[in-house]
């Protein structure tokens, strides 16, 4: 994977051990190095899966493994204000709401508006 070779993404899928089946991803994109040490954290998850705490279970230590391991500052994730769900996940992970980006991210042709949160490593 190029992105991972150059530093840059680190996508990760989640399976079903008894299934063999995708339930969903997340990825560390957009790592910037030197004084910044930050990414962007975006993530997905099979509609059948949602709310049974799937994806809070797989970030949960890959949060540590991105500040641990991989050096990163700050970990940054957008969500749309309607995801309540997602913002809830965020949330739970210590993630703080930094501000509302306005028209942030064209979706099927729409402008949408994103909340802004990041993480930052413990000290």
Request: aromatic share 10%; with cysteine.
């Amino acid at each position: 994977m190029l992105g991972v070779a150059q530093d840059r993404a680190y996508p990760i899928l989640m399976f079903d051990p008894d299934e063999r089946e995708v339930l969903g991803s997340f990825t560390f994109s957009n790592v910037v190095r030197g004084p910044f040490q930050a990414c962007l954290l975006g993530y997905g998850l099979a509609a059948e899966h949602e709310g049974r705490g799937l994806m809070r279970e797989a970030l949960a230590p890959a949060m540590d493994w991105a500040f641990d391991t991989l050096g990163l500052h700050r970990v940054m994730a957008n969500y749309l204000p309607r995801n309540e769900r997602s913002g809830r996940l965020l949330a739970s992970l210590g993630f703080e709401r930094e501000g509302l980006a306005r028209r942030y991210l064209q979706i099927a042709g729409v402008w949408e508006d994103h909340v802004l949160t990041a993480k930052i490593a413990p000290d």
